[in-house]
């Protein structure tokens, strides 16, 4: 059974790479648009574009099964994956695991609308699926660490709300677990950490790492925005990231089941571990 995995050089794909490794599993396929980034796989790589598709059906060659994991272009998405989608059809595939994000078919968040075009996409194909609707990774915050603590305080606009958090290896061996073992067909999967953690507690584990005092400083949407702007931010992405943060104030990044855990066999990472990694090596820059 030969295996491909879009977005392959991605800090996700080297990750579900890496697992299939151990897992012993030799038959994998890395689908990316550079083949220098790719070099350092130890895998077959095949250029896939998702904005040239007359890539993609060739890439596909004899796979069975393709581990779609979305594209990383707001806006772009569903139309990309689309083009994979309707390639993979061509091509033959037997099934697609898709990444999708938590909640899909009831989210708020904006970036939910792209992800329920793609899994309609999926389903209207007729090629067998699983869905894996993957909350936030404990990630999206870490890479404020640094800014923390040169600051003092960790900032966000998410209140007292919040979020199923769980480290990016977790959704990867996730990932693992469904592309190696029977009986997911037709299944969604809503995914989030074990424990679900406010900002303010994120910003303790902070402290906690580091011997520091660092606080959550809560800010109304806008400001947050105009801040995260102030630091380089594109606009687009400032004002999407300050909205993403109001939404799991009110939930809409908290899932209370488990379905992560119970797939990779094993509790989630807890997020104090992960931010205290990140936390070291931030210290030893």
Do not use: C
């Amino acid at each position: 059974m030969t295996i491909a995995i879009t977005g392959a050089t991605g800090q996700l794909g080297r990750l579900v790479v890496a697992g299939l490794k151990k897992k012993g599993v030799s038959d994998v396929i890395g689908l990316a648009r550079s083949a220098d980034k790719a070099k350092d796989l130890g895998i077959p790589v095949r250029i896939a574009d998702y904005d040239k598709p007359e890539t993609l059906a060739p890439a596909l060659a004899g796979v069975n099964t393709l581990l779609l994991i979305s594209g990383s272009e707001f806006g772009k998405r569903a139309a990309q994956h689309k083009a994979i989608v309707t390639a993979a059809k061509k091509a033959g595939v037997q099934k697609i695991v898709y990444t999708s994000i938590l909640h899909a078919d009831t989210s708020p968040i904006d970036l939910a609308a792209e992800h329920r075009a793609s899994e309609a996409e999926i389903k209207a194909s007729g090629i067998p699926y699983t869905f894996l609707r993957n909350g936030w990774y404990t990630e999206n915050y870490t890479g404020s660490i640094g800014g923390a603590l040169n600051a003092g305080a960790f900032i966000g606009s998410a209140g007292n709300g919040t979020l199923s958090l769980a480290a990016r290896r977790d959704y990867a061996d996730a990932a693992v677990a469904v592309l190696t073992t029977p009986g997911h067909d037709g299944k969604v999967y809503e995914l989030g950490g074990d424990a679900a953690v406010s900002l303010a507690d994120f910003a303790a584990a902070i402290s906690a790492a580091s011997n520091k005092r660092i606080p959550y400083n809560d800010l109304p949407q806008a400001e947050y925005a105009k801040i995260l702007g102030s630091f380089g931010l594109p606009t687009f992405l400032a004002e999407a990231i300050a909205g993403w943060d109001t939404q799991a104030a009110k939930g809409a990044l908290r899932d209370d089941g488990k379905q992560l855990s119970k797939l990779i066999g094993r509790p989630t990472t807890p997020m104090a571990e992960t931010v205290a990694e990140a936390v070291r090596a931030q210290l030893q820059q």
